[in-house]
C-alpha cells in the first residue's frame, strides 16, 4: 500500500489521489460530507441556545413589568430581538442553501459558506447572550453592576470562543 500524501488507498482498495496527509483517507465529497454534517450539529447546538433566548425575549415584552423597563433598556431589548432573529436566520441558512443546492455537486462550496455562516452566528449569539445577561441585571439589580457584568461577560465569551481555541492550536 502507498501512504504517500498523492496516492492512498481507501478500504475498498481503489487509489485516492486527492486524500489528504492528515489520517483520514477520504475523497474530497466524503471530506465535504463529514463536514457538513459536524456543521449541522454545530448548528443543532446553536438553535437550541437561540430558541431559549428568543423564548425568553418573547415572554418578556407580555410580563407585566415590561412597562417598567427605561429607554435605554427598551432599546436593548429590541436590539436583543433582533439579534435573535438574526441569530435563527444565520443558522437557517445553511439549511436552506442545501436545498437549493442539493444535487448539484456543490457540497465544498455549501460547506465553505456554511462555515462561515456559522461563524457569524457565533458572533451574534455571543452579542446576544452578553445583552440579554447586561439587560437582566440591569432591570433586577442597577445600571453600574449591568455594566460590570457586561465587561465581565463580554471578556469571558472572548476568551472562550476566541483566545482558548487558538492558545489550543499552538500546542
Not at 12 to 40: C, F, H, Q, S, Y
Not at 115 to 127: E, F, Y
Not at 139 to 156: N, P, S
Request: charged share 25%; proline share 4%; glycine share 6%.
Amino acid at each position: 500500500m502507498d501512504d504517500s500524501a498523492d496516492a492512498r488507498t481507501d478500504a475498498t482498495g481503489v487509489k485516492n489521489i486527492d486524500a489528504k496527509p492528515d489520517g483520514r483517507d477520504e475523497t474530497p465529497d466524503e471530506r465535504a460530507d463529514r463536514n457538513w454534517d459536524e456543521l449541522m450539529q454545530e448548528l443543532r447546538v446553536m438553535q437550541t441556545g437561540t430558541q431559549v433566548l428568543s423564548g425568553f425575549l418573547l415572554a418578556v415584552a407580555f410580563a407585566p413589568r415590561f412597562t417598567e423597563l427605561d429607554d435605554l433598556q427598551l432599546t436593548l431589548y429590541v436590539v436583543l430581538v433582533c439579534l435573535a432573529a438574526l441569530a435563527t436566520v444565520l443558522a437557517l441558512t445553511p439549511v436552506g442553501m442545501h436545498r437549493s443546492l442539493f444535487g448539484r455537486r456543490r457540497k465544498p462550496e455549501l460547506v465553505r459558506f456554511a462555515s462561515r455562516m456559522v461563524q457569524a452566528d457565533l458572533v451574534v449569539i455571543g452579542l446576544l447572550s452578553v445583552g440579554v445577561t447586561t439587560l437582566i441585571v440591569d432591570f433586577t439589580v442597577d445600571r453600574t453592576t449591568a455594566m460590570i457584568v457586561l465587561v465581565v461577560i463580554a471578556v469571558v465569551v472572548l476568551a472562550l470562543w476566541g483566545l482558548l481555541p487558538r492558545l489550543i492550536d499552538r500546542r
